[in-house]
């Protein structure tokens, strides 16, 4: 699965005009002005996204009718300064102290996430504000150099395959627009005999508050689901947080 300046963004072009629609939210209400910082903004300000964040989304299938059919996930990001450029880490299984409503048992006895648009209760925002622990399993990560169309881009592209093979390549990249930065996952796979598939997942910030410790906004995985999401930071960063 899964905004404010950042080291060398400031001076990123802003986006044209994107064609996600602006989601009906389900997540409490933040301000929708941000801002803009002066320019150039002040080096402090430029290393906000840098750090450990935890990012939940509310989304819903595109193929499911009723309105209510919300569903959720969640992750850990880590964001940390790489040489010139960044380094972009998602763990995909947060672990709370307090799960509560995280999970449900099922008829046969076993354990699944919780249907609806579950939020943390005020103690896991307070655990999470401490720093949540995750396993690296799953854990995926890009490192992101500046790009010359503005903001940050993984390297690499699709390599050709053989009609009997089928590749896969993920680019990532952290793009800023007035609101916030947009958060953008790329997909592609294909093989030597089948038409190349494409699909984006984007996280677009349309708030940030807090200091820039929160941010809200839209989440679209092309062709699959829509939804909202939010990022909180998380207080402590230091590595022993995340089990690798």
Do not use: N
């Not at 389900?26 to 402090?44: E, K």
């Not at 916030?180 to 996952?185: E, K, M, N, S, V």
Request: no cysteine; hydrophobic share 40%.
């Amino acid at each position: 699965m899964w905004g404010t300046a950042l080291v060398g963004l400031a001076a990123a072009a802003p986006l044209a005009a994107d064609p996600i629609a602006h989601a009906p939210s389900s997540l409490p209400a933040a301000p929708h002005s941000f801002p803009a910082p002066p320019s150039p903004p002040p080096a402090s300000a430029r290393i906000v996204l840098l750090g450990d964040w935890y990012v939940l989304v509310h989304f819903r299938e595109v193929s499911d009718a009723p309105a209510d059919s919300m569903q959720w996930d969640d992750e850990v990001w880590r964001i940390e300064a790489d040489g010139s450029g960044l380094r972009w880490l998602i763990f995909p299984h947060p672990e709370f102290r307090d799960a509560s409503g995280r999970w449900e048992v099922l008829a046969g006895g076993e354990e699944a996430r919780s249907l609806g648009a579950w939020a943390p209760s005020p103690e896991q925002q307070r655990e999470i504000a401490r720093g949540l622990r995750s396993s690296g399993q799953d854990e995926r990560a890009k490192r992101l150099r500046s790009s010359p169309s503005g903001g940050w881009a993984s390297a690499g592209a699709l390599r050709a395959v053989s009609v009997s093979q089928i590749g896969y390549h993920e680019r990532w990249r952290i793009q800023e627009a007035p609101a916030g930065p947009i958060f953008i996952q790329e997909a592609e796979m294909g093989s030597g005999r089948t038409q190349l598939s494409r699909g984006d997942t984007r996280f677009r910030t349309r708030a940030v508050s807090g200091g820039g410790d929160e941010l809200t906004g839209d989440y679209l995985r092309e062709g699959e689901g829509e939804g909202v999401f939010r990022m909180l930071r998380m207080g402590d960063s230091s590595p022993r947080k995340i089990h690798r």
